[in-house]
């Protein structure tokens, strides 16, 4: 008897943990259909979570705030997991203790205009490289990743810079795939530097972006412009072009050698700061998930997306299928596609830390039945840099050091 009570408890045990599980930061802690939690459950949960992000708040009653905050979040993801028929799920991760307000003011930035590239397409500006020919085939399957041209995840934290992140991972993966280098750059030059039309911390476009790095020259390394998550002034030893060079002969004769040394060391951080230069950029055509896909098998795209809906602000893994509109809010990188169990996805990389998704990804339904604009909009802004040759500025320092990989 006492051997069957054993048994029969252990699979109680069993049942319960199969079925009442929440998700944090895509690890099974404490739903497939889970009973309404008690208060004490729910504290139990939120002292995991807080110890885990390492949080902690110092005004007076911030905890109680944030707690309901938390309970309500964790409401949702419960129920989320627990109706059944998905084809994702959402867990509990950094934004947990955020109103979707909060979350959409702090970590949504990118400054939409898919009419702008919708005109330039009825006006025959939009570039045909991509443009889809009939009966054309493409591969089942794209992962940049795969390729070497991904730099590991970057979290913009909380300052709405995705459009830079965005416009960054792109540039990253043309670089590898015309000179075999793998640069992670630098999003903090764009965000400090890129201000005439961009705004820093509080929004900007990928095309203008893009528009910037061909001004400017070339971009800066990561390592030698570091990000920051706030905008700051930008440094103008950096990105300005030198003017009025001096010959070193004549700084020489003149000066002896004082200035000739500021110059070289000035010359030098010009050179070091424009390490990956682009020709261009160009816009995929519009409103067309097949031209999108060809794209993207040549190379990582940027796109807009809506991303404020709280399924999107908890995603957690699968193939993300929950709603969204068109009101695009977010940059970020579609990286390659894909089908699982016929269900066809777009593999999205995003800017908020591998806490967030699938390691920092999301996987969107592609092939959306009944629209044209994609999955929340993926297909109304997308565009990406141009490459024509494999050279870049002249650099006075060794290339190696910025390296992530090379072929």
Sequence with gaps: MATAATAYALLLCLIFSQTYATIIDGELLVENSPPRRTDEEVKTTYELWLVRHGKTYNALGEKET??????????????????????????????????????????????????????????????????????????????????????????????????????????????????????????????????????????????LAFQFI???????????????????????IRVSIIQNQIHPFVSFVDQYMELETDIEIEIGVQNKAKIVSIDGYEDVPPKNEKALMKAVAHQPVSVGIEASGMAFQFYSSGVFTGSCGTDLDHGVVVVGYGSENGKDYWIVRNSWGTNWGENGYVRMERNVVGTRTGKCGITMMASYPVKYGNKNPSISNNVNSHLISSI
């Design 214 to 236: 061909v001004s400017n020259g070339g971009i800066d390394s990561e390592s030698d412009y570091p990000y920051k998550g706030v905008g700051d002034v930008c440094d103008p």
């Design 66 to 207: 944030r707690f309901q905050i938390f309970a309500d979040n964790l409401r949702f993801i419960d129920e989320h997991n627990s109706s059944g028929n998905r084809t994702y799920t959402v867990g509990l991760n950094q934004f947990a203790d955020l109103t979707n307000e909060e979350y959409r003011s702090l970590y949504l930035g990118a400054k939409a205009d898919p009419i702008r590239s919708i005109a330039k397409l009825q006006r025959g500006e939009i570039s045909r490289r991509y443009a889809v020919q009939s009966n054309e085939m493409f591969p089942e399957k794209v992962d940049w990743r795969e390729r070497g041209a991904v730099t590991p995840i970057k979290n913009q934290g909380g300052c709405g810079s995705c459009w830079a992140f965005s416009t960054v991972a792109s540039v990253e993966g043309l670089n590898k795939i015309v000179t075999g280098d793998l640069i992670s750059l630098s999003e903090q030059e764009l965000v400090d530097c890129d201000n005439e039309n961009n705004s820093g911390c509080n929004g900007g476009s990928m095309d």
